[in-house]
């Protein structure tokens, strides 16, 4: 006898492997994919684990979107230069044969490259994941240490045999 299928069918489609990879190219989480299709959580993660498409989708529109910011981020933690266009007016006077006085006035777009300073916050978050051993604002100690070394001396103690 064969065995009878448990549950209500999947409400997954076809179509939702692209509609997920654009959502997550958005910055959606699980959990706003799931109110997108109008599921839980769980059927999302079912989803998952049921359709390799579905999770191949969600990985790249998330990895798109993760190098995206991460290029962003780095570029924005480097003094760089960016391209900036100021436009001139310039103005041309010369003499023709009969000494008239002939003017003539053109505008030029000029590309002036503009200098953008690091962002302090950038370089901090960057180096406190890369590097947080070195980079954190509070370090761990590296091993429990231990107060034993330490001697409390009160020089403002009065002696009994002072007086």
Known sequence: M???AQGRPSRYKKEYDEQARKLCLLGATDKELADFFNVTETTINNWKNAHKSFIESIRAGKTVADMEIVNSLYKSAQDRLIPAYQAFKTRNVYFDDKGNRIESEKVEVVEVPQAVP????????????????KWRDKPEPAEEESNDHIVNVNIFHKNQDDD
């Open 2 to 4: 064969a065995k009878k």
């Open 118 to 133: 690091a962002n302090d916050r950038a370089i901090k978050f960057w180096l406190n994941n890369r590097q947080p051993s």
